[in-house]
């Protein structure tokens, strides 16, 4: 059965700081995605790894995917309030498997 | 995400009464997901399509569960009868261009 894991589930930063947020997986997985929400929103798709090495990056957000370790990393890079979310990670077994989620990180960012 | 529309979008209703969620995903897409959202279990998977077709109904929570796919453009997750403890907000979910999964707002379903 795959089962993920993130971890911290809370994290609480400083602007300008630096942060990964981890997610491991139990199983082998042909896809892992991140995903943000905000409070009362859907999830709003943010990266989607494919292979091992995999790496993706979108404005102070990068992930990579270790396909060996069963890993995968969201460093958030010189953090702002904005990125203040919940931020989940997926495993995906099979092309045209269903997604089994992490419990997700709340993330806040404070001045 | 844009193109996955679900309605109603708040819904609030008595104990007992059938409840019907609507589905309508995006064009192109092989494969629709059904998710469940609570506070105490996060995201769970209810069902899952592929190119219409059920594969994986294991999360249906019991036989008071039930979807449909009856075509591409439409699906339905009805609840009959209602509960309290089925107050969540139930997600739909479909899968795109680019192997991205895109999420419909959610129906926020309470019942009282």
């Not at chain 1, 990579?64 to 069963?70: E, H, V």
């Not at chain 2, 219409?52 to 039930?66: C, K, L, Q, W």
Request: charged share 20%; hydrophobic share 35%; net charge neutral.
């Amino acid at each position: 059965e795959l089962k993920v894991e993130q971890n911290p589930l809370f994290l609480s930063m400083q602007e300008g700081k630096n942060y990964t947020i981890y997610c491991n997986y139990s199983t082998t997985s042909d896809r892992l995605y991140w995903y943000r929400q905000d409070p009362g929103k859907s999830l709003e798709s943010l990266f989607v790894l494919l292979s091992n090495g995999a790496v993706k990056q979108e404005g102070r957000l990068m992930a990579s995917l270790d396909t060996k370790a069963r890993l995968s990393t969201l460093h958030i890079t010189a953090a702002v309030h904005d990125l203040s979310a919940t931020y989940f990670c997926a495993a995906q077994r099979g092309s045209q498997g269903n997604l089994i989620f992490g419990k997700g990180t709340k993330l806040s960012v404070k001045p | 995400d844009a193109g996955v529309i679900q309605s109603p979008r708040h819904e609030v209703t008595e104990m007992g009464q059938e409840v019907t969620l609507r589905c309508k995903p995006i064009s192109g897409h092989n494969s629709l997901f059904w998710y469940r959202q609570t506070m105490m279990r996060g995201l769970e998977l209810l069902i899952y399509f592929n190119n219409n077709v059920p594969i994986d109904d294991s999360g249906m929570p019991e036989d008071r569960f039930s979807a449909k796919m009856p075509n591409a453009s439409f699906s339905t997750l009805k609840i009959q009868p209602s509960e309290p403890r089925d107050s969540a907000v139930y997600f739909c979910a479909a899968r795109g261009i680019g192997n991205t999964i895109y999420f419909g707002e959610g129906s926020w379903l309470t019942v009282v």
